[in-house]
């Protein structure tokens, strides 16, 4: 097996450790809120804390990620947010589990910019859409696995003890990683000439140290039209994203009458649905590359992808029972997960060595979308006594996002863009 192709192995795990944590607390909503005595809307807000500090760290770890390595900071973060997953389990207060929770995102806010920088050094350029979509799968089957596994893990020993044990698994993925992982694939003694050569001259070719990349400055992202438009469009994904992380256990639960187990069972094939999202686009976006279609590539899986999103939120609510609510929601997972490998694809086009602070800048917009779902979801249900305004929020913005596409140039690099 090519080396690099173990490399996006270690990412896809660390995709799926990472989606395990982070969709738990969802899983757990039920024996959290009763345990620490939260409100619906006490509980958007802790949701929204993570997503805070998940979107405000994102820039400070992808420029981290530039400059010393995802071999390192890959480590020091899943160190970092393994604690925190553990300490979750100890939160006797709504104050305590806001700040866990808000660190447990600035921790995991170093993965995906991390994994960018390695792509950018590790993958040849046709090779990326693929590996985006691998590992952004990666993420939808262990959010899939969490449902219906934590609510057992839960069952069997109980919520607080539950995140301990996955805080202990992700130390050992920190531990593997940092063992094995090298930043520059020239200092790779394992890996073959053959491929060492392939790598090297078909990664947009550039210093193949972190620390001699010219750093981009603030002036050069905020000015970088593109840059913007990325930032949009992702917000708009990650706000129906976030739903199916998040609201959608508790809101089919509610709204269809249904047990814990039944609810993580039925939320699972949306995240599923994402699975098959994330491959589909990766692999259309290598290949329309292959074919010389390079802004096409990263346009046409998003434009599609936003496209099915907005259909499937929009008929959600007029759904009468699980199966059909189901449905909709897998038809809104799936098309936001179409737009991940495009997105990605993108930054790291237009960063090239600075791949880890322009997709962190990215998914720092991203995730205030993630923020903002936290809290317009429980919000808007009690202003309005409807779910629909939530959800035409989300198609709109759907909308939006296919048409930021329409005018994105991924084939300049960011300082001209």
Same mark, same amino acid.
Request: with cysteine; net charge positive; aromatic share 14%.
């Given at each position: 097996?090519?080396? +690099?192709?173990?490399?996006?192995? /270690?990412?896809?795990?660390?995709?799926?450790?990472?989606?395990?944590?982070?969709?738990?607390?969802?899983?757990?909503?039920?024996?959290?809120?009763?345990?620490?005595?939260?409100?619906?809307?006490?509980?958007?807000? @802790?949701?929204?804390?993570? =997503?805070?500090?998940?979107?405000?760290?994102?820039?400070?770890?992808?420029?981290? @990620?530039?400059?010393?390595?995802?071999?390192?900071?890959?480590?020091?973060?899943?160190?970092?947010?393994?604690?925190?997953?553990?300490?979750?389990?100890?939160?006797?207060?709504?104050?305590?589990?806001?700040?866990?929770? *808000?660190?447990?995102?600035?921790?995991? !806010?170093? /993965?995906?910019?991390?994994?960018?920088?390695?792509?950018? %050094?590790?993958?040849?350029?046709? #090779?990326?859409?693929?590996?985006?979509?691998?590992?952004?799968?990666?993420?939808?089957?262990?959010?899939?696995?969490?449902?219906?596994?934590? /609510?057992?893990?839960?069952?069997?020993?109980?919520?607080?003890?539950?995140?301990?044990?996955?805080?202990?698994?992700?130390?050992?993925?920190?531990?593997?990683?940092?063992?094995?992982?090298?930043?520059?694939?020239?200092?790779?003694?394992?890996?073959?000439?053959? #491929?060492?050569?392939?790598?090297?001259?078909?990664?947009?070719?550039?210093?193949? #140290? $972190?620390?001699?990349?010219?750093?981009?400055?603030?002036?050069?992202?905020?000015?970088?039209?593109?840059?913007?438009?990325?930032?949009?469009?992702?917000?708009?994904?990650?706000?129906?994203?976030? *739903?199916?992380?998040?609201?959608?256990?508790?809101?089919?639960?509610?709204?269809?009458?249904?047990?814990?187990?039944?609810?993580?069972?039925?939320?699972?094939? $949306?995240?599923?649905?994402?699975? %098959?999202?994330?491959?589909?686009?990766?692999?259309?976006?290598?290949?329309?590359?292959?074919?010389?279609?390079?802004?096409?590539? +990263?346009?046409?899986? @998003?434009?599609?992808?936003?496209?099915? &999103? !907005?259909?499937?939120?929009?008929?959600? $609510?007029?759904?009468?029972?699980?199966?059909?609510?189901?449905?909709?929601?897998?038809?809104?997972?799936?098309? =936001?997960?179409?737009?991940?490998?495009?997105?990605?694809?993108?930054?790291?086009?237009?960063?090239?060595?600075?791949?880890?602070?322009?997709?962190?800048?990215?998914?720092?917009?991203?995730?205030?979308?993630?923020?903002?779902?936290?809290? !317009?979801?429980?919000?808007? %249900?009690?202003?309005?006594?409807?779910?629909?305004? *939530? *959800?035409?929020?989300? &198609?709109?913005?759907?909308?939006?996002?296919?048409? /930021?596409?329409?005018?994105? +140039?991924?084939?300049?690099?960011? #300082?001209?863009?």
């Amino acid at each position: 097996m090519p080396r +690099r192709a173990l490399v996006v192995a /270690a990412a896809f795990a660390l995709s799926m450790l990472l989606y395990v944590d982070r969709a738990s607390i969802s899983v757990a909503k039920a024996e959290v809120t009763r345990d620490l005595g939260l409100t619906d809307t006490r509980w958007g807000w @802790a949701m929204s804390a993570f =997503a805070l500090g998940y979107a405000l760290f994102q820039t400070p770890a992808g420029r981290l @990620a530039d400059r010393f390595g995802p071999r390192k900071v890959l480590a020091a973060v899943v160190v970092f947010w393994s604690v925190f997953t553990a300490l979750t389990g100890a939160a006797g207060t709504f104050g305590t589990l806001l700040v866990v929770r *808000f660190l447990f995102g600035a921790g995991e !806010a170093g /993965a995906f910019p991390g994994c960018a920088r390695a792509f950018y %050094a590790w993958l040849p350029t046709a #090779e990326r859409g693929t590996a985006q979509g691998v590992i952004f799968s990666g993420s939808r089957l262990g959010a899939a696995f969490a449902m219906p596994g934590v /609510a057992w893990l839960i069952a069997g020993v109980g919520w607080r003890q539950s995140f301990a044990i996955l805080g202990g698994v992700g130390l050992l993925w920190a531990w593997a990683w940092y063992a094995w992982f090298r930043d520059d694939p020239a200092t790779d003694g394992h890996l073959s000439a053959r #491929e060492r050569d392939l790598i090297l001259s078909q990664r947009q070719s550039a210093s193949a #140290e $972190p620390a001699r990349v010219p750093r981009l400055t603030g002036r050069t992202l905020a000015r970088s039209w593109t840059l913007w438009l990325l930032m949009g469009q992702y917000f708009a994904s990650n706000f129906t994203f976030f *739903f199916g992380l998040t609201w959608m256990p508790p809101y089919l639960k509610s709204t269809y009458g249904l047990d814990d187990v039944q609810a993580g069972y039925y939320a699972m094939w $949306p995240l599923l649905a994402g699975v %098959a999202g994330n491959w589909l686009a990766g692999a259309s976006v290598d290949g329309l590359y292959r074919r010389g279609r390079r802004t096409l590539s +990263r346009r046409l899986p @998003a434009v599609t992808g936003f496209l099915i &999103a !907005a259909a499937g939120v929009s008929a959600l $609510p007029m759904m009468s029972g699980p199966g059909g609510a189901v449905v909709c929601l897998a038809m809104a997972v799936f098309g =936001a997960d179409m737009t991940l490998s495009p997105s990605w694809s993108a930054c790291i086009d237009i960063g090239r060595g600075n791949a880890g602070v322009v997709s962190g800048t990215m998914n720092m917009a991203g995730n205030l979308g993630s923020f903002v779902t936290s809290l !317009a979801f429980p919000y808007l %249900a009690a202003w309005t006594g409807s779910v629909l305004p *939530f *959800f035409a929020a989300g &198609a709109v913005l759907n909308v939006l996002g296919a048409g /930021a596409w329409l005018l994105i +140039r991924s084939d300049r690099p960011l #300082e001209s863009s």
